[in-house]
Structure formats: C-alpha cells, structure tokens
C-alpha cells in the first residue's frame, strides 16, 4: 500500500529526494512518518508530519538538513534530503498512523502500515 522510491547513492554533501506513494489508502487521514535503518541497527524515527501537514517533527540530527513534506491531492509523502552524511546510510522507511500526540510521533509502533524501504548510500 505505500511505496517508498528515490533512494540511490550519493555523495557526501549531496542530497536526494524520497517520495512515498499510497495506493488503496486515503492518506490525507493519516500522520505520516520516515524512519530509518542500518545494518545491524534498531530502525530510528527520522521525520513525520500531521496528517494536515501544518506540524511537522525531526530527529535533532536532521533538523535543517531534512525536510519532510506531504502532497494530500497526490496521496504522497516525501522527504527532501540534502547534505548527507555517510552515517545517513540506510534503508528509509516510509509509514501511517493515526493522529497520536506528539510525545508518541517518534515511535515506530505508532504507525500501523509501512511501506517496503528504498536504499540510501552515501559514500565519503
């Protein structure tokens, strides 16, 4: 039902944008949500966004390098990433929940449906 793309490798300093697609879900009744995973790491929140799109959350180290932003009428969800680092290296997850309050925005289990992760790679 959500289809992550846009991943791909990138050098350091570079940027790339993430987009997640929905199909079969209204996504405009949503909070929508980015996360992340390394190898052999636990997946961590990275962006997410009130389902009307006027609040939006970041993990401190991507504040002012992330972006995270929704089009309702397209039912999609992106991500805008610029100046990556090496350590931003990982599978991005995109994922819905309900509204929650924001103390709970930054958990996985939070959002019911996820979508199947597109690679990033950032080489130094």
């Known amino acids: 039902q959500l289809q992550a793309s846009g991943g791909g490798l990138v050098q350091a300093g570079g940027s790339l944008r993430l987009s997640c697609a929905a199909s079969g879900r209204t996504l405009s009744r949503y909070n929508m949500g980015w996360f992340r995973q390394a190898p052999g790491q636990e997946r961590e929140f990275v962006a997410a966004i009130s389902w009307s799109g006027d609040i939006t959350y970041y993990a401190d180290s991507m504040k002012g390098r992330f972006t995270i932003s929704r089009d309702n009428a397209k039912n999609t969800l992106y991500l805008q990433m610029n100046s990556l680092k090496p350590e931003d290296t990982a599978v991005y997850y995109c994922?819905?929940?309900?509204?929650?309050?924001?103390?709970?925005?930054?958990?996985?289990?939070?959002?019911?449906?996820w979508g199947q992760g597109t690679q990033v790679t950032v080489s130094s």
């Open positions: 994922a819905g929940g309900p509204p929650v309050v924001s103390s709970r925005t930054y958990y996985t289990r939070s959002y019911d449906f």
